[in-house]
């Protein structure tokens, strides 16, 4: 379908969400959270641990239900359907380590049932070469590094020609170098493909160098603060983003934001020590 200018790909209307816990304690876990994705925008979710991040993409995918509002995907109020048209890339890769790299990224076209099994595997290559790994295919998941796992984990989405892309924290378990090396790369990756890409991070420089949108969320109960539009040149190089001024002067806004909304909970010593004044 097309959409026209006003409309937006994937839409969140004032979305609640209570956790109930052992002691059947509702918790609201977010309170009216409200979001618009363009077609081809790649927009971060950036808060700290507990803010209800997961939860939020979670609900987008229909994995878990919610309380109030709505999530609409291409106009259409989020079902079975809508979810064939989002993939996920979560943290962990979570091969199966008794199939192939190959057959891993088909086993997520399985539910695909209009693909024959040659377009599944044609599919699978073509999404591997895409994210450089073509020549793993045959490859064990245990022959391969933490950041190749992850790669197929992107590829396996890749793979499914979606919509939208929903990754939570997908670069947040490996180390320092991998982890900027697969920000650029996979960061590439999706410029080029013009992909639609819902990102969680609570990383403030992965999600400057990769948005062009940050939605700042706070947490008890997680609500949208805050959202920045991330206005620099693409294609974007870590280190020219760093040096960048307005990329300098975001850092320092969302900072200062974050560091203000911390000291809402820490004691006044705590928040001086930290070199934050309420
Ligand atoms: N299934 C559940 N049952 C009860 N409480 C839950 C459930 N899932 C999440 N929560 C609670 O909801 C809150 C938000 O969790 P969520 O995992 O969405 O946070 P997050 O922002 O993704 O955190 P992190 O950055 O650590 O991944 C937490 O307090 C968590 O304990
Ligand atoms: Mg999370």
């Known amino acids: 379908m097309t959409l026209n200018d006003e409309q937006c790909l994937l839409e969140v209307r004032g979305v609640s969400k209570a956790f109930s816990d052992r002691r059947h304690n509702r918790k609201v876990v977010l309170d009216d959270v409200s979001l618009k994705v363009q077609q081809g925008e790649f927009v971060s979710i950036l808060g700290k641990s507990g803010c209800g991040k997961t939860t ?8 878990i239900e919610w309380d109030e509002g709505e999530v609409l995907l291409e106009n259409q109020s ?12 979560f943290q962990d890769s979570n091969l199966l380590p008794w199939r192939s790299v190959k057959k891993n990224v088909e ?12 377009e599944r595997s044609d599919r699978a290559i073509e999404a591997l070469r895409l994210v450089g790994l073509e020549d793993a295919a045959d ?3 245990y022959q391969l590094s933490g950041g190749m796992q992850q790669r197929v984990g992107v590829a396996r989405a890749l793979a499914r020609q979606p919509a939208v892309f929903l990754m939570d924290e997908p670069f947040g378990h490996l180390d320092n170098f991998t982890r900027e090396r697969l920000q650029q790369e996979i960061g ?58 307005e990329a300098m002067r975001l ?11 911390i000291a809402d909970w820490v004691q006044p010593e705590e928040a001086m020590l930290n070199g934050s004044e309420s």
């Not at 939020?56 to 994995?63: C, P, T």
Request: proline share 6%; hydrophobic share 45%.
């Open 188 to 245: 590439a990756l999706i410029e080029r493909l013009n992909a639609t890409v819902v990102f969680v991070t609570h990383d403030i420089d992965e999600a400057i160098l990769l948005s062009d949108k940050i939605v700042l969320m706070e947490a008890d109960p997680g609500r949208v603060s805050k959202v920045f539009n991330v206005d620099l040149p693409r294609p974007r190089w870590r280190y020219n983003v760093r040096a960048h001024p």
């Open 56 to 63: 939020l993409l979670r609900i987008i995918d229909g994995l």
């Open 107 to 118: 086993l997520n076209l399985e539910s695909m049932k209009e693909l024959s099994p040659q």
């Open 251 to 261: 850092r320092e806004e969302i900072v200062t934001d974050l560091h203000l909304k």
């Open 139 to 141: 490859h064990a998941p």
């Open 78 to 89: 989020v079902g079975k359907a809508q979810r064939q048209r989002m993939a996920f890339v």
